[in-house]
């Protein structure tokens, strides 16, 4: 007789296997399979911003921001140069001012400085001596400088550009007719388009910044007639609107006179911007050095001016200032063109300028004495006071202090009892060689 053998175990053995196989695809569907490649990560510069444009005479002067950033957020930025593209019309977009403009600058950008890697035993590591950074010895801008380019506006920039075939025709742009007491609409005359863009050093095109223009329009006169003279606190700059400057439509309103509304679109008048210059070097450098990079010129005045005068608080004895002024014609909001630089105006200011005399003198006899007492001066240059004395009623004043004393007070021991003496006291500054304010007002006193 065969023995039987019990097969239950075996059969839950194998149930339990199947109840795991099934929870298992339930839990995990994608284990074991292979999904879609994933995209590599590109990195490309963020937008270069701030990008500006202003138009001085027949100049046209750009800054732009470089970018320390990618588009993602991420730094440093992997930005190996930017591009300034100019077109001259209508573009129907920014990527067309790109695309169809003339390249106005490139822009090479250092690497950043690697970081040194942390040291197990002490602070980070710094390069050695006399190995000076790869990134600092490349040539380019560093990542958040600040650059500017210029542009000179010849006759060839000045004709509107036209789309390839393929693309769009752009609209010419509109006469540059002026009627009476107006010009050009606002937002219709002509200009030139502006456009920067960044590329990773793999040849990737970041976003480009956005659009900025400056119209092409004939620039106003000069001023003429700048004259610059100084107080003992201030500079004052005065010049004569140039023949052909726009005169505002309306007056504002004023001694009795009612404000008015235009009833067609009118420009402003012309304003005007001061600019600070250097002085003129004295004499040519022995060698020749390399030319400053340009600067975007700004004015020492917040807005520009409608008047024919500036004050400018800035004044310093001894050191020489000087100033240009140009005209400003408005057609717009951000559409402005300044004229070119009038001519230099210098002046190197000196302080002769006295101080205030000091007032409220008082004089009190005592025995062996003479005390007095004046109220204090407020002059920013104050360097003392000088205490006068003369016999009574008419006689000369002789000094008593042979310095400066900055108290406000005096006690005159060698007055002669019985005597009748007249005093006064004057302020002198810190000018070499120093000014004498007027005498305070004389009082009379009889020593005991």
């Not at 509109?174 to 040849?203: H, M, Q």
């Not at 050191?319 to 005209?327: I, L």
């Not at 005592?366 to 005390?371: C, N, P, W």
């Amino acid at each position: 007789m065969t023995p039987r053998v019990d097969r239950r175990p075996r059969r839950a053995a194998g149930a339990l296997w199947a109840l795991l196989l099934v929870l298992g695809q339930i839990l995990v569907p994608g284990c074991g399979k292979k999904g879609p490649p994933l995209a590599p990560l590109v990195r490309v510069p963020a937008r270069a911003d701030p990008f500006e444009a202003r138009r001085f005479g027949e100049t046209v002067y750009l800054q732009v921001r470089v970018p320390d950033q990618n588009q993602d957020g991420s730094s440093p930025a992997d930005v190996s140069r930017l591009e300034i593209y100019g077109f001259t019309g209508d573009p129907p977009s920014v990527a067309d001012v790109v695309k169809h403009g003339t390249r106005v600058a490139s822009l090479p950008v250092r690497r950043p400085p690697e970081p040194e890697p942390p040291s197990p035993q002490g602070p980070p590591a710094t390069s050695s001596p006399g190995k000076p950074s790869a990134a600092k010895t490349e040539a380019g801008f560093d990542q958040g400088a600040l650059v500017v380019v210029t542009e000179t506006l010849t006759p060839a920039l000045l004709t509107p550009a036209v789309l390839p075939p393929a693309g769009r025709v752009v609209r010419p742009p509109p006469p540059a007719v002026t009627l009476p007491l107006t010009g050009p609409p606002s937002g219709r005359v002509p200009g030139r388009v502006y456009a920067v863009v960044g590329y990773s050093r793999g040849g990737r095109q970041g976003p480009p910044s956005g659009p900025v223009v400056v119209p092409l329009v004939p620039a106003p006169h000069p001023p003429t007639a700048v004259g610059l003279a100084y107080a003992s606190d201030r500079f004052t700059l005065t010049w004569t609107p140039p023949a052909g400057a726009r005169r505002p439509a309306q007056e504002p309103a004023a001694g009795g006179v009612l404000p008015a509304a235009a009833l067609i679109e009118v420009l402003p008048g012309s304003a005007y911007d001061v600019y600070e210059v250097d002085p003129a070097p004295a004499a040519p450098a022995a060698a020749a050095a390399a030319p400053a990079p340009p600067r975007m010129p700004v004015p020492v005045n917040g807005e520009p001016l409608a008047g024919s005068a500036f004050e400018d608080v800035r004044l310093t004895f001894g050191a020489e200032r000087c100033y240009v002024v140009r005209t400003v014609d408005s057609f717009g909001p951000g559409l402005a063109v300044a004229s070119e630089a009038s001519r230099v105006a210098c002046v190197t200011p000196k302080d002769t300028f006295p101080p205030s005399a000091p007032r409220g003198l008082q004089a009190v006899a005592g025995t062996g004495t003479i005390s007095l007492i004046w109220e204090p001066n407020t002059d920013a240059d104050l360097a003392g006071y000088l205490v006068l004395r003369a016999p009574a009623p008419a006689g000369p004043f002789d000094r008593l202090t042979p310095e400066a004393i900055r108290e406000t007070t005096y006690n005159d021991t060698t007055a002669k009892p019985g005597v009748r003496y007249r005093y006064a006291v004057v302020a002198i500054d810190t000018a070499v060689p120093f000014n004498t304010s007027p005498a305070s007002s004389a009082v009379e006193v009889v020593a005991r």
